[in-house]
């Protein structure tokens, strides 16, 4: 049980890791990356599933 729980935890972090790296090298305006950070720092998972669905790559 603890394996699967350390699974899914590592597949979260590589997740989060994968989503701030798109963000940070996206053409997002540096106010928007600004933002985006702070939501993926103070909630991880939910930041990142946010950042994947409405935000990457859609910048101009």
């Known amino acids: 049980m ?3 729980f350390g699974l899914i935890w590592l597949l ?4 989060w890791l994968w989503m701030l790296i798109d963000l940070l090298v996206s ?7 600004i933002l985006w950070v702070i939501l993926m720092l103070f909630l991880p998972v939910l930041g990142s599933i946010l950042y994947f669905f409405l935000a990457r790559g859609k910048a101009a």
């Open 2 to 4: 603890g394996m699967i």
């Open 12 to 15: 979260c972090a590589i997740f």
């Open 27 to 33: 053409r997002h305006s540096t106010g928007t990356k």
